[in-house]
């Protein structure tokens, strides 16, 4: 398959030549890609610190889906006014604050319809190019040209979206690129992106924090990863101040895009035909429902699967049709080639209006907002401040809480990740509120919000803006964030069963690195980096048929029957849940580190993937993490309870490798209390220190649990 950026590149670069000293940039990212903003065009946001007064010209590729089927590539340059702009980047360098940032590494290159482009450095700003928030940016400059192809199904020059940047930047400046071969350009041939290697996500992410000032560290971020994997639902504990918020808010605005498709079929939204009058009243990944009025009574109710409507928007793009086009026609030409029957298509009038709202739709693009911060309430004593409740002065509305609208947009997008952080989850008792939401991650059933009606088949019936019935969609992952002091509470057994929990602790090495440069971290550095990574990451957590990998099935059998049996005797043991969990834990760590454990000391101090590290293997490295995520956290109580209990978990974590067989007697004969000083060899280390500090505040205050103040 021809690389189509590539040849658009060098050709454009035959075609602005002379360049000189200049500047190039590719912005081919999702957030940092050409778009429509509000009043004007987005032409890229590239890296432009490096652009000084040595430098001669500008010139920025970027591209746009026009469809499924079309890619518009567009390059801009910037010659004769490179002096101004160089100028521009000095003044918002010199002015950090409200509007500017100290840097010109995400820098906004925006069209306005005056023809001039205007730059913005503080790049993950809501862009609306009104005149009042033109004044600050400054004088704008001009550009030498915007070249332009469109690579895939082809599309006409009066397109809507190639008319509008024509529009903007001018006729004579806006030049199309020639003498391309582009295969299918006509047909229906369009370049497919690479897969994303679902491997390379701990290396990815760790190396945007880094450049963001995130402190982590590899080993953290493995088990982080695969713990969201194995189960929706986590909480992070520990430190006050450690990072488990930032570090929540920093992946869930990495892996999920800057940017959405305008979605056209949100519930309200009303197409208006020649005779009838439609409103949408329900929207999911499979279909459409509308009315032919906004009331109920003396409506008809209809719905539609969306992959007909998206059949009718590809015939309409690929074959150039007018919206003067009549909806018989445009149905007598896609009916005879339908996956669907001729009983779907009778729905004419709709089908033509929501088409063509569609391929408007593709076009655009609305500001995504993919993940919720929550901040958890004290007196938070119902789930009506996560799943709303039906207005009692209106009997057609519901009041929304933020969680529920993230959800619902979930629902929406359902191959992106969404994330819910619960910001100081047990400020208020977890099971008062949280309740509804804990069964559905169980049951994957759906509860009902409301119901003021009941269908004849006993069903709660739509009687308000929101469909009664609410299930948790499998692309929303949940991250709680726990503090323990006396304004809080703890954790009940059953909360802690159903999540991996994450403890965050600062070593004295990470804040002598953090003190060398105690920077605030910025996470609009980490906006949308890691989009690529969304769609895997959603298919793959919700893979429900992961086992235990074969070559550790037996070590993995034998450990899980050890600390049952040790638990056992103290009333601890786990059940089927905690087991399943475990082993998609298990597989999903043997995943992202490709069967290798991190070892920081190799290659001369710079880390690498090795095949073991002091005799310990991956699988050692997963099970120390899943007995410190799913087994000490339900731990708590008195000396008398617990201690006999730590003594020998410790014993069974220190426990060096070719010892054999490991059962219960041979670690209850040979019990060592748990020590500050971990054994080099220790099977367990992570374990084994966690373990020393719960026995260290057992025998300080007679009682201890895995929180620590």
């Given at each position: ?694 026995w260290r505040q057992l025998n300080e205050n007679g009682f201890t649990s895995f929180p620590e103040n």
């Amino acid at each position: 398959m021809p690389d189509y950026n590539s040849d658009f590149r060098e050709k454009v670069k035959g075609e602005a030549a002379p360049l000189g000293s200049d500047v190039v940039r590719e912005c081919y990212g999702t957030s940092n890609s050409a778009k429509f903003v509000t009043g004007g065009f987005l032409c890229g946001i590239p890296n432009i610190e490096s652009l000084d007064a040595t430098k001669t010209a500008l010139l920025v590729f970027s591209k746009i889906q026009l469809s499924p089927k079309s890619e518009l590539h567009i390059a801009t340059l910037i010659r004769k006014d490179i002096a101004k702009l160089q100028t521009r980047l000095s003044a918002m360098v010199a002015e950090p604050g409200e509007h500017f940032s100290k840097q010109n590494n995400n820098c906004a290159l925006l069209l306005y319809s005056d023809g001039k482009i205007y730059l913005h450095n503080k790049a993950k700003v809501t862009f609306e190019l009104t005149p009042e928030v033109l004044e600050p940016l400054g004088a704008g400059v001009e550009p030498d040209a915007l070249y332009w192809e469109v690579y895939g199904s082809k599309v006409e020059e009066n397109d809507d979206t190639i008319a509008q940047i024509r529009k903007l930047v001018g006729k004579e400046k806006f030049r199309k690129i020639t003498g391309l071969a582009i295969p299918g350009n006509g047909g229906n041939e369009t370049r497919n992106p690479t897969p994303t290697n679902i491997q390379t996500i701990v290396d990815n992410f760790n190396a945007s924090c880094a450049a963001a000032g995130i402190t982590t560290t590899k080993p953290f971020l493995h088990r982080y990863l695969a713990a969201l994997f194995a189960k929706r639902f986590l909480i992070l504990t520990g430190l006050a101040g450690s990072g488990k918020t930032k570090i929540a808010q920093a992946f869930a605005r990495w892996i999920t895009p800057d940017f959405l498709p305008a979605d056209p079929f949100v519930p309200g939204t009303i197409f208006v035909s020649e005779r009838v009058q439609y409103v949408i009243k329900k929207s999911d990944t499979v279909a459409v429902e509308f009315w032919n009025e906004e009331t109920e009574g003396g409506t008809t109710k209809s719905m539609v699967p969306k992959e007909i409507i998206a059949e009718w928007a590809d015939y309409i793009e690929q074959n150039h049709i007018g919206e003067d086009v009549s909806a018989q026609t445009i149905c007598d030409a896609v009916e005879p080639t339908s996956r669907f029957t001729a009983y779907l298509h009778r729905f004419k009038p709709f089908l033509k209006l929501a088409a063509f709202a569609l391929i408007k739709a593709r076009r655009m693009q609305q500001t995504a907002k993919c993940y919720e911060l929550v901040p958890v309430g004290a007196d938070w004593t119902g789930n009506e401040n996560v799943l709303g409740y039906p207005n009692g002065l209106d009997p057609k509305s519901y009041v929304t809480k933020p969680a529920l609208d993230l959800i619902l947009r979930a629902r929406r997008f359902s191959n992106i990740p969404h994330f819910l952080i619960l910001d100081e989850m047990n400020l208020s008792h977890v099971e008062r509120y949280f309740a509804d939401l804990l069964s559905m991650i169980e049951s994957q059933e759906a509860i009902t919000l409301y119901c003021d009606k009941k269908g004849a088949d006993g069903k709660p019936e739509n009687t308000r803006e929101l469909d009664p019935i609410l299930k948790l969609p499998d692309n929303l992952f949940i991250i709680g964030t726990v503090n323990v002091d006396e304004t809080t509470y703890m954790f009940s057994p059953k909360v802690l069963d159903r999540a991996n929990v994450i403890e965050f602790r600062v070593t004295e090495a990470e804040m002598a690195g953090f003190l060398d440069d105690p920077r605030k971290p910025d996470l609009d550095l980490l906006a949308g980096r890691g989009a690529s990574f969304g769609p895997a990451f959603v298919v793959e957590s919700g893979n429900r048929s992961v086992i235990v990998p074969v070559d550790v099935k037996d070590r993995f059998v034998a450990e899980m029957n050890l600390f049952f049996a040790l638990q056992r005797e103290h009333g601890g043991e786990y059940g089927f849940r905690v087991a399943h969990e475990a082993s998609r834990f298990v597989c999903f760590y043997k995943m992202l580190g490709d069967g290798k454990i991190w070892d920081a000391t190799a290659e001369a101090g710079k880390g690498a993937w090795v095949a073991n590290v002091a005799g310990r293997d991956w699988f050692d490295a997963a099970f120390d993490a899943l007995i410190i995520q799913k087994f000490l956290p339900k731990l708590h109580g008195s000396k008398v309870k617990l201690g006999p209990l730590l003594k020998k978990m410790n014993s069974a974590s220190i426990e060096v490798h070719n010892v054999a067989p490991r059962e219960e007697k041979n670690i209850t004969a040979k019990l060592v209390d748990p020590s500050r000083v971990v054994p080099p060899d220790a099977r367990y280390p992570v374990t084994a220190e966690k373990i020393f500090r719960m026995w260290r505040q057992l025998n300080e205050n007679g009682f201890t649990s895995f929180p620590e103040n």
